[in-house]
């Protein structure tokens, strides 16, 4: 979203001014006139990028721009949160299709891809001087236009934060079932017990939601995301480092799959892992919002802070990440289910001879960590419904719409969790449609915003990567709706297990 950097007596100037018919007052009318016009032009909508920024009260109102004194430290946490998920467990799953070599190197391409084109948009967000974007969807359509910018960044923006949100909600409800197995001791008295998995969705979802309702805006997530980041990091530490020190069980093997039956059947398995991989890495859509919590000056602007802040926080996810995949590869080839990924690996092949306080312990962190990423994802899809009040009402959102946006929210994802408990298998299909969002797009935006010349390399680099993702994207859509077509879609409306 574009914002114009002012001074800070323009914050000064009351909202709502009556003109006087005092001849000596012309230099007030004047500023009364800026004002007016900055403020109309903010109400308009998406479509005027809203490039008023500091002018337009309306900034200061929204969940993501209300705080502006982040600092470094925040943006990692943020970024690590948000960037490590359930997505980096099936990591191995995709080397099993695609082998050592293959999977080596695709996941080492995949980084440095996604952690270029993550540069591109911090450069990006303040790419115009005194100008900040603060909002994925509005650099889209201030790079591509308001149509076809809107037509290709809401939706990727609105999966990746909403489904994101409903994929949460899916698989804490099965890792708190299994928490609470492994407390009980299992057994049939356990299993007795145990909730439904409708009910594991709803306790998951409450709890997610009563610790959105105090938290008013993405900077006040910042501890949050810290105790996710510890999280993240500690449950990925403790998985490949068990996963070497328990061995490998016998009959591992590190062949890639001979399942398929046709050329197009293994052609749909190749893709689908390099899928995995591409989608492991995620959080693009958050970048310009976390970068929107840091402050920005001429000396010191926010894109060096937030700059400095990614490359820790990607060093430490590929830290997480890289012996994360390989160890697990190696402790357990092909053995790794498709379903639950190394966190299930583990359960079942080293389960019985691990001690259930450690596997209480993994489990929990995973939990805590889903509860903290829910929040970050949950923040543009709050900052985008507020944003609908405020243009309509012209005004603040209070306590108790804020609070209603959120439970709405919760509800909303809540229902789709349990009427689509099956949204994993389609992951790879929506994901393939998602994916320019993060490796196509940034790329495109960067040519039509800097306008690098043709004969220069960064136009070329631009357009081939840009390129290269749109077919990729396209083929991960094919490979994905083929698996479907040829091994069928375990569709469990309404029945979650």
Not at 163 to 190: H, Q, R
Request: charged content about 10%; proline content about 5%; glycine content about 10%.
């Amino acid at each position: 979203m574009g914002e114009v950097a002012v001074e800070s007596f323009i914050d000064q100037l009351p909202l709502h001014l009556t003109a006087t018919k005092d001849p000596n007052d012309d230099q007030q009318l004047q500023v009364i006139t800026v004002e007016s016009r900055s403020m109309s032009t903010g109400f308009n909508g998406l479509s005027n990028d809203r490039v008023v920024g500091e002018l337009n009260p309306v900034d200061a109102w929204l969940p993501i721009t209300e705080s502006r004194n982040g600092n470094i430290f925040f943006a990692v946490f943020h970024l690590i949160s948000s960037g490590i998920g359930s997505q980096a467990l099936l990591l191995p799953v995709a080397f099993a299709a695609l082998g050592w070599t293959w999977g080596v190197i695709c996941l080492s391409i995949s980084f440095a891809w996604q952690l270029y084109t993550i540069w591109l948009l911090v450069i990006l967000a303040e790419s115009v001087p005194g100008t900040r974007y603060s909002r994925y969807l509005h650099l889209a359509v201030v790079a591509f236009g308001p149509k076809l910018g809107k037509l290709l960044a809401i939706f990727p923006v609105m999966y990746l934060s909403g489904g994101t949100c409903v994929m949460l909600i899916i698989t804490a409800g099965g890792n708190m079932e299994t928490l609470y197995k492994i407390a009980c001791g299992g057994g049939s008295t356990c299993e007795a017990k145990s909730l439904t998995g409708v009910k594991w969705f709803l306790v998951f979802a409450c709890m997610a939601i009563a610790i959105a309702q105090i938290l008013p805006n993405l900077n006040s997530v910042a501890k949050v995301s810290m105790v996710g980041a510890i999280t993240a990091v500690a449950y990925c530490t403790f998985i490949w480092a068990l996963s070497i020190n328990k061995g490998r069980p016998n009959g591992v093997s590190y062949s890639p799959s001979q399942e398929s039956k046709s050329d197009m059947a293994e052609f749909g398995n190749i893709f689908n892992a390099i899928g995995k991989i591409a989608l492991a890495f995620r959080g693009h859509n958050l970048v310009l919002e976390i970068q929107g919590t840091l402050p920005s000056s001429r000396r010191n602007p926010s894109c060096q802070t937030m700059w400095k802040g990614t490359t820790i926080s990607y060093l430490l996810i590929a830290i997480c990440l890289f012996p994360l995949t390989i160890t697990g590869f190696w402790a357990y080839g092909n053995k790794v289910p498709v379903n639950g990924g190394l966190l299930r690996a583990l359960s079942q092949v080293h389960g019985h001879n691990t001690s259930k306080h450690v596997m209480g312990t993994i489990y929990l962190l995973v939990l805590i960590n889903s509860l903290s990423s829910f929040q970050i994802y949950a923040m543009p899809v709050f900052d985008n419904l507020e944003f609908q009040y405020v243009s309509k009402k012209k005004q603040r959102c209070p306590g108790w719409v804020r609070a209603g946006i959120r439970l709405f929210f919760g509800g909303l994802t809540f229902f789709i969790a349990v009427a689509f408990p099956f949204l994993g298998s389609l992951a790879p299909l929506i994901g393939g449609i998602a994916l320019p969002l993060t490796y196509v797009y940034p790329c495109f935006m960067y040519i039509l915003i800097k306008k690098p010349g043709r004969s220069g390399a960064m136009w070329w680099l631009n357009v081939g990567l840009g390129c290269l993702g749109t077919i990729l994207s396209v083929m991960l859509v094919v490979a994905a709706a083929w698996n479907l077509a040829d091994k069928g879609l375990h569709a469990n409306f309404f029945r979650p297990k």
